[in-house]
């Protein structure tokens, strides 16, 4: 049970004249019997006013409610009535609201922290926890600020309840065990050759022959998978304003992950003569320095690539005849900030995908799902010949989105969730160990999460629309290909050993590749490529 306390002050254009007074009474009788009973099946779920007092041209008003009224639905609703009824009868109007000494009263033990935006103070006394809150404005009680914290607060209980536990793992299907070729690690054999280099954590530069190697993987993706089910190519935008980070939910749930541009504070280059100056002196880059010539962040790096997809589509009408659509994107990196836990190409700051999104009717999402799913079996099994398994996970776009989703004996895939699709690398141990599988891909049906918060319409009134989308790191099919079947073609399957040609020259200088066995490696390994055809 949940109970509300405070005092609403309302600021009026005049003070009411001593022989009005009177009507104040019968105003309030009227709003505890009839306009503040609205909504309530029971009196102690509706909201009610205990005590005013007038000073001047404001009016206090003590009010304590349950669940159903809450305490500032209740503020706004006597707003209106106050409004009406003062103007009618007195020619004054209300000009402003705020609450004030607010409490919220809740029948259990809350882990409650008063870091939470607009709470003051947090106690608990005989088994319940009562808030505090911060005086709200009325633009802060329209937004609705406490709807949202409650909304908060219970997320962060779930969230406890979990033990900490950001995501539920069930494996679904796996691939039959299948003998590696190879068990050397990738990461430093490329490193080592020379065909990679650190640019800065969790960045490299990637050189002319495995730029070959990873760009050929992405047209074998398209040409087995997405060609044959109607996906057609756009282009996404790669740096998204705050907004849609909060309609997507990520700006909740993934914020720690993100990485953040901002503008120059001014276009003239006179403007940051100081800053030029500075750098021209040190010969170097300050940053904390830079912090006085840069606005606060407006926009976040593409994080999960599909954000502008659902954007596109906000606030439009869909013709019927129109759906399914069904685009991908590979045009641009996306960003992620994976602190310790960097290490060659497996897990990277600056990483690129392919990007997979759908939006239709129910049926259809589901569908073009499954075959989606067909495809990837097959393309996993048949054209590369890896060892996979894949597991239904906690949904990602919750996750994504700071939300928990009760956790269910029975899996429904058929249902709004995601599927993890993940490789084994031998390099890192027995298959049987947990840490020694990489997640290369995933699979969404997001039901109506983003078609709600972007306000997506179906033609027919009566009908919803779902999303779905699909995104696989190409550094990381990569990766995991090479680390179950190495660099001599002879190991690879036939349709990979026949669609990648070639690649062109390594680089070579005095120094580089750095050692002297790196650049034996290379040349061990540019002998076994010299098997495929060429250009």
């Not at 935006?117 to 009680?141: A, Q, R, W």
């Not at 398209?222 to 997507?248: Q, S, W």
């Amino acid at each position: 049970m949940i109970k509300f306390h405070g005092y609403a002050e309302y600021l009026l254009s005049d003070a009411i004249p001593e022989d009005k007074k009177s009507i104040l009474d019968k105003a309030i009788n009227e709003l505890n019997n009839d306009f503040l009973l609205r909504g309530a099946k029971k009196r102690d779920e509706a909201a009610r006013i205990t005590s005013f007092k007038l000073s001047r041209n404001k009016l206090i008003l003590e009010i304590e409610s349950g669940s159903r009224v809450r305490l500032h639905h209740a503020a706004l609703r006597i707003k209106n009535y106050l409004s009406n009824m003062l103007g009618k009868n007195m020619r004054i109007g209300v000009r402003g609201l705020r609450l004030y000494r607010s409490r919220i009263t809740i029948d259990s033990i809350l882990h409650v922290s008063t870091q939470l935006p607009f709470v003051k103070n947090v106690y608990t006394e005989n088994s319940k926890t009562i808030i505090e809150l911060k005086d709200l404005s009325e633009s802060d009680i329209k937004r609705p600020i406490i709807d949202r914290l409650l909304k908060l607060l219970e997320f962060k209980e779930k969230k406890l309840k979990w033990g900490g536990k950001i995501e539920h793992w069930r494996l679904i299907r796996e691939s039959e065990k299948k003998e590696p070729k190879f068990r050397d690690d990738p990461n430093i054999i490329l490193e080592k050759i020379g065909w990679i280099k650190r640019y800065a954590p969790g960045q490299w530069l990637y050189t002319p022959p495995i730029t070959h190697l990873i760009r050929s993987f992405e047209k074998l993706f398209y040409m087995e998978v997405l060609k044959p089910l109607g996906f057609i190519e756009a282009i996404y935008p790669k740096i998204n304003p705050l907004e849609i980070g909060v309609k997507t939910g990520h700006l909740k749930g993934t914020v720690h992950q993100m990485m953040f541009a901002s503008q120059p504070i001014a276009y003239n280059p006179e403007d940051l003569e100081e800053w030029t100056d500075l750098v021209t002196v040190l010969d170097e880059a300050p940053a904390d320095e830079l912090r006085k010539y840069v606005k606060a962040p407006s926009y976040f790096l593409c994080f999960a690539q599909c954000e502008p997809f659902y954007w596109f589509f906000g606030g439009e009408i869909i013709d019927i005849d129109k759906l399914p659509m069904k685009w991908f994107d590979r045009s641009g990196p996306s960003f992620r900030w994976e602190s310790g836990g960097l290490r060659g190409i497996e897990r990277l700051v600056e990483f690129h995908r392919t990007e997979i999104t759908w939006i239709g009717e129910p049926e259809q999402v589901i569908e073009i799902r499954n075959q989606l799913l067909e495809k990837y079996r097959y393309f996993m099994d048949k054209i590369l010949d890896l060892e996979w398994r894949w597991a239904w996970v906690t949904p990602w776009f919750l996750v994504h989105a700071g939300e928990i989703e009760e956790e269910t004996e029975e899996i429904d895939i058929n249902q709004p969730g995601t599927i993890d699709f993940e490789a084994w690398l031998p390099y890192k141990g027995d298959r049987e160990e947990q840490n020694t599988w990489l997640e290369i891909g995933n699979i969404s049906i997001h039901g109506t999460k983003y078609t709600s918060s972007f306000k997506i319409k179906h033609q027919v009134k009566d009908k919803i629309i779902w999303t779905g989308c699909s995104g696989f790191g190409v550094e990381r099919w990569l990766l995991s290909f090479l680390a179950q079947k190495g660099f001599d073609p002879d190991n690879w399957p036939k349709r990979v050993r026949e669609f990648i040609t070639r690649p062109p020259k390594s680089v070579r200088t005095v120094t580089y590749p750095k050692t002297k066995e790196g650049k034996q490696l290379l040349n061990e390994i540019e002998e076994l490529l010299s098997k495929l055809p060429g250009d």
